[in-house]
């Protein structure tokens, strides 16, 4: 279903569906993330404890979890750049991706705006998010970098190069 409503978006705004999606996914997770700190407040308890002094491995996955459980795929989020404002995201089951065969360009924009939102919100400042690999081209899984708007401009810059995945991690650092 998730695949059918996708592809009539696509046919429906062409390229103007890329930016459609990444919003959707930026707002929902923004959205997502607020109702996830009320949660923890319940939970843990205490007036003074927040979303923000926790881990952000922990909180990915806490925020992840559910939504992975409703269909959504599997993710690893990678936090080994965190230093430099970077984090990696690798999705397994895109819910998107099957319908397509052999796509010539990443299709998950979804994804990219649900990783920025979350990023951005957990780390209290503007992040974007590429798909650098896709499953939907035939790899295995799909790879995001979450970041400053620069460095993920370039990360795309290089993607459209038709730059290795891991060449593009490697420029980056
Ligand atoms: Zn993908």
Sequence with gaps: ???????????????????????????????????????LHDEIGGANVDLWQMDAKFIMESWWTPIGEAGWGRCTFNFAAQ?????????????????????????????????????SFFERTERHAVEIQCHAQGAASCQFIVGPGAKIDAAEAMRVKGTPPLEIVSRLH
Excluded at 7 to 26: A, C, H, P, W
């Design 1 to 39: 279903m998730i695949g059918g409503l996708y592809q009539s978006l696509v046919n429906l705004f062409g390229d103007k569906s890329r930016d459609l999606f990444y919003r959707t996914g930026y707002e929902w997770a923004l959205q997502d993330m607020v109702m996830l700190n009320q949660r």
């Design 83 to 119: 230093s430099q404002g970077l984090v990696f995201v690798e999705l397994h089951d895109s819910a998107v991706a099957a319908p397509f065969a052999e796509a010539e360009a990443p299709v998950c924009h979804l994804y990219s705006g649900l990783f920025a939102g979350a990023l």
